[in-house]
Nanobody, 124 residues
Framework: QVQLQESGPGLVKPSQTLSLTCTVS??????????WSWIRQPPGKGLEWMGA???????TYRPSLKRRTSISRDTSKNQFTLQLSSVTPEDTAVYYC????????????????WGQGTQVTVSS
């Protein structure tokens, strides 16, 4: 059974970099044809796919966030990490990591695995 767990600070100051890690257990992030995504949900809004790292290590990002987003992975720890720079209060959201054979979707049923989500608030 594949499980995902997000970790990172719950409060980030404006202009700083948000950094979150997703630890995957019960499966490998190098499994062929699987993509590992970061998705967020601002208060009162829908899910927003941010980007993903593929089984091969390649990355892809939402165009509107590409300039501020970086996703990396550590295969030795079976983890992948999100960094979002120059955050503003509009980046306040519940952040999820998810995995599946698809990516870039904004619907839960497009992914096989989900973390429980972690609240990140951007405030001074």
């Amino acid at each position: 059974q594949v499980q995902l767990q997000e970790s990172g600070p719950g409060l980030v100051k404006p202009s700083q970099t948000l950094s979150l890690t997703c630890t995957v257990s019960g499966g490998s992030i190098t499994t062929n044809y699987y993509y590992w995504s970061w998705i967020r949900q601002p208060p009162g809004k829908g899910l927003e796919w941010m980007g993903a790292v593929a089984y091969s290590g390649s990355t892809t990002y939402r165009p509107s966030l590409k300039r501020r987003t970086s996703i990396s992975r550590d295969t030795s720890k079976n983890q992948f990490t999100l960094q979002l720079s120059s955050v503003t209060p509009e980046d306040t959201a519940v952040y999820y990591c998810a995995g599946g054979r698809r990516y870039s979707g904004n619907s839960r049923d497009e992914y096989d695995y989900w973390g429980q989500g972690t609240q990140v608030t951007v405030s001074s």
